[in-house]
Nanobody, 116 residues
Framework: QVQFVESGGGLVQAGGSLRLSCAVS????????MGWYRQAPGKQREFVAR???????NYADAVKGRFTISRDNAKKTVYLQMNNLRAEDTAVYYC??????????WGQGTQVTVSS
């Protein structure tokens, strides 16, 4: 059973920064694309960012230029550096596979709250 364990969320003022981490218990972590997703209150979960095994990255338009995804294969960890945060970034953030997230692998997520 693969586990995705997110951490690093919190309360921050608009314009501030946070760095999220996701520890993954996946034996083939280094060959899989990994992604960050988020779900705001009353909304569906949405894609935020993806990083492939070759370090190629993709971002949702809403976060492009403000968020940076990275990975450390030795630590089996994915990071999301979030700068210039906005109130609309408030959500629970999750990590999962980057192209085909598994419904049975969603973790607890980490809450990010941005005050305006």
């Amino acid at each position: 059973q693969v586990q995705f364990v997110e951490s690093g969320g919190g309360l921050v003022q608009a314009g501030g920064s946070l760095r999220l981490s996701c520890a993954v218990s996946e034996s083939t972590f280094d060959i899989n694309a990994m992604g960050w997703y988020r779900q705001a209150p009353g909304k569906q979960r949405e894609f935020v960012a993806r990083i492939t095994s070759h370090q190629s990255t993709n971002y949702a338009d809403a976060v492009k230029g403000r968020f940076t995804i990275s990975r450390d294969n030795a630590k089996k960890t994915v990071y999301l550096q979030m700068n210039n945060l906005r109130a609309e970034d408030t959500a629970v953030y999750y990590c999962n596979y980057g192209y085909f997230p598994r419904n049975d692998y969603w973790g607890q997520g980490t809450q990010v709250t941005v005050s305006s």
